[in-house]
């Protein structure tokens, strides 16, 4: 699968096969992450990957319960220990850790897993559950396995809707 394939075939999973996740497939994963780019390569991401099925059970509670989460063969803790804000005003960490997180679901993609970013969770009930310290920012949860439900076709904005050349044009 070539990426403009994997981009085309990412989804958002919301039903998963009761399957671990092969070994081979998690580093795989974790390396696509790995390989981001970040703003001064500070390569302030962390990631907590959770396998053990109570504990992604609590998890799922504390993402508003969206029960699907307990299905997946791991879920990912994306964290950030970067506080930093580049000169155009925007804070690293974020941005950082979302470039790694698709970079996962990109590769995921390629090798028939499938993801979902989990964008509603209470971070304090995340930070309790895994032991992430005060200090420590989390940015987003990541749901990985095996899917048991298709692609939905994607809605989209048209280009012209979201591009204009040369100057502002909305
Ligand atoms: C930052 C972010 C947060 C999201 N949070 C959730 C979430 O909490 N629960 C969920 O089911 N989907 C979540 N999604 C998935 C979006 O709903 C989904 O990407 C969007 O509807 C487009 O569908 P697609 O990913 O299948 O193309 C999130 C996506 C992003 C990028």
Redesign the pocket.
Known sequence: MDVSEAIRN???C?HYRDKPLEQNHLTAVLEAARQAPSAKNLQDWRFVVVTDKQTKKRLAAA??N?TFLEEAGAIVVACTVSDHVMRCGQGVGPIDV?IALEHMCLQATELGLAT??????YADKVRSIVGIPDNIVVI?LLALGYPADA??E??REALDRIVSFEKWQF
């Open positions: 990412r989804y958002s919301r993402a508003n969206q979302a979902c970013w989990i964008g509603s969770f987003e692609p939905k994607h809605r």
